[in-house]
């Protein structure tokens, strides 16, 4: 059973940083992408930033330069670094894990990443 463990959403000041972590587990099958998706009040979701197979990885516009995604493959944890947060970057932040079909695709639970003076 795939699990995703997402840890490290909070509050933040405009300006400040976070770290967020996914633990992974029971994962079966080989991966297409892995990564981070968030979803804002009233909103869709929307992807973040996102490892694809192969090893490159894909970012939203709207984050490139403030966030920075990484891996410790040993611990099967995927990190989400933010810098210079802004009070758009409020959202509920999501660990997605997809395979190569559309059957294996999980979400892990949420983090609140809330940026507010």
């Known amino acids: 059973q795939v699990q995703l463990v997402e840890s490290g959403g909070g509050l933040v000041q405009p300006g400040g940083s976070l770290r967020l972590s996914c633990a992974a587990s029971?994962?079966?099958?080989?991966?297409?992408?892995m990564g981070w998706y968030r979803q804002a009040p009233g909103k869709q979701r929307e992807l973040v930033a996102i490892?694809?197979?192969?090893?490159?990885?894909n970012y939203a516009d709207s984050v490139k330069g403030r966030f920075t995604i990484s891996r410790d493959n040993a611990k099967n944890t995927v990190y989400l670094r933010m810098n210079s947060l802004k009070p758009e970057d409020t959202a509920v932040y999501y660990c997605?894990?997809?395979?190569?079909?559309?059957?294996?695709?999980?979400w892990g639970q949420g983090t609140q990443v809330t940026v507010s003076s």
């Open positions: 029971g994962i079966r099958f080989s991966i297409n992408t």
């Open positions: 490892f694809i197979s192969g090893g490159s990885t």
């Open positions: 997605n894990v997809a395979g190569y079909d559309l059957l294996r695709n999980y």
